[in-house]
């Protein structure tokens, strides 16, 4: 159990706030939702809770369960971290989709801002980290030219094994480590985390004996951050994985209450369902703080993939989704904040703030007073940041673009652990609002195949024949 787990004052101090004032009525007027529409809903939110519940007793929801049945799993994680901590200067994910973007988050969001460009010693003595999550064949070739391959372990993920792209990568690294290496040096260099017995990669890593750790069977790939996709690479840098999971077990006691108003997850899912509802099919996730800016994206896949559906349960064509949209506080005030105030009202904007920073920095008073700056210098950035988060709601508000804002009190493994949790409770709600299934992706499947039938492998030829009668394409569009 965390340090700091049993410490109650310590927890609520440290809990995540959601404020929607700025999306009800009692404080915007027409513009908002109203108390009454959440009660009409009142019904679809019973059902859905019910069936939240239910799921999760039978086994379809194992991702609600990570944060209690892990302490193996995290002393195995953090004892082989140990074990190999000192051998290594670079950890490299190979990975894509869920399989990288929860590793790209909370490395950034915990870790110094300049982690790998730090000394050994500066970062703990932990290795640097990278995740490879694309193939462009420019980027992954590059990557050599700044690290060691005989001080490097390779950490690839993949759930199915099925994913071309980390597949391909990992062919291309295994050749390159056994030619540098030798085959029996080479397979300390590769950790595997895949399927206990299913997919390509469990049976190629017990062949060549690669270390490995297990992704549960009944977690998706989009929810799987709390399991050693996202364990491994964060222990491997030195992240306190325990708090993570400490966070994400405060957060789920928050989800459980049933007063749907107090019910954190409850109020976002709904929220979004009434926005939806009401023709916002856009959700735009605004961290005022750079460690949050892979937050956004991590939550992009989540909120996309598990909501972006054509049928609903009873097989109706439905097409529902809302299109997550990233950006960052403040830097997108200046590039995006103009379509958000006057363009169309088809979104919700959900700010993420940090009450503590973990600096401080002045602003010197060298000017006198530029009567044309916000600011007169003697104040600090934390103040400035703090002060046009708060603007730029406001601005919003009084634009009629609705908004929320989440609140970390600070940026550290619990309040992480809190915001991952929250948003995957969000996202499994709003699917039962949905009646849609927010647990797989039939939409990718299409693309996989025309993939696999271009590269004419066996199987599909019934797929390639199609893409052979496809129309032509006219020379006339082609610029
Ligand atoms: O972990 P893998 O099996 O390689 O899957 C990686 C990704 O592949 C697909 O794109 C799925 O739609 C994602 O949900 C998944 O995260």
Redesign the pocket.
Known sequence: MSKRFEQKDWQESMRLKLDFNNMMTSYVGENGISEAEIADLQAQIEKAEKAMVEKRANGGMDWRDLPYNQADIVKDINAYVESVKDEFDTFVVL?????ALGPIAVQQAINHPYYNELSKEKRGGYPKLYVMDNIDPEKLVSLFDIIELDKTLFNV???????SE?MSQFMIIKEMLEEKLGKEESKKHVVCTTDAKNGNLRPIADKEGYKSFIIPAGV???FSELTPVGLLPAAMCGIDIEELLAGAAYMDELCKNDNTFKNPASMYAILNYLAMKRGKNISVIMPYADTLKYIGDWYAQLWA?SLGKKFDNDKNVVNVGQTPVRALGATDQHSQVQLYSEGPKDKVIVFVGVDKYKTTLDIPKIYGDIPSLGFLGGETHNKLIKTEQMATEYALLKSGQTNMTITLPEVNEFTLGQILYLFEVATGFAGELLDINAFD?PG?EEGKNATYAMFGRPGYDEKKAELDNRPAKNDKYII
């Open positions: 990975g894509i989709g869920g399989s993920i993949t759930k199915s094994g099925s994913t980390t998706g790939g989009r993939e992706q990718v």
